[in-house]
């Protein structure tokens, strides 16, 4: 099971023309998907019957990014999210940070269940943070997900 990426399909009555004018409409154009003062819905790009953006909704918007395409013949909009490249890189600077410090203060003493206790608590810490990123892109995903349904007047 890989955490932070989930599919979505939704119907829509729309034509994809009138899909790409209301998301280009909410969404404030960005060839980088970072946080930026908006009063617009979204920031990313729309091209085509493709987009790829991120909510404005600061500051957890950032970490859900929407890729997704219009299949105008079928009316069927496919959308794909996942956990923000920047937060994957936070959690393993941070994995390789705490495992050094860990590391580096077990070395201070050669007792096995100080060596135990750290390599556990490193896991558990690791773990933690792990769960606390993906729980911030649950809600991010849940909020964004939420204003393209309204947006693209699904069925």
């Known amino acids: ?13 729309l034509n994809s023309s009138e899909l790409t004018s209301r998301l280009s409409e909410r969404t404030l154009a960005s060839s980088k998907l970072v946080m930026r003062t908006t009063s617009k819905d979204f920031i990313g790009a729309v091209s085509g019957q493709e987009f790829r953006l991120i909510s404005s ?9 929407v890729s997704g395409h219009f299949d105008s013949e079928k009316g ?17 600077i941070w994995a390789i940070v705490i495992t050094a ?5 077990l070395t201070a003493t050669s007792e096995l269940t100080s060596w135990v206790i750290g390599i556990f608590g490193f896991i558990f810490m690791a773990t ?18 939420h204003k393209l349904s309204g947006l693209l007047a699904t069925d």
């Open 57 to 65: 909704w600061f500051p957890i918007g950032a970490a859900c990014v």
């Open 101 to 105: 410090l860990v590391i580096f203060g």
């Open 76 to 92: 069927q909009i496919v959308l794909a999210t996942t956990l923000h490249r920047a937060f994957r890189i936070l959690y393993n």
């Open 128 to 145: 933690l943070f792990r769960f606390f990123l993906h729980g911030v892109y649950v809600i991010a995903r849940k909020k964004v997900i």
């Open 1 to 13: 099971m890989k955490l932070s990426t989930d599919t979505f399909n939704f119907q829509t009555s």
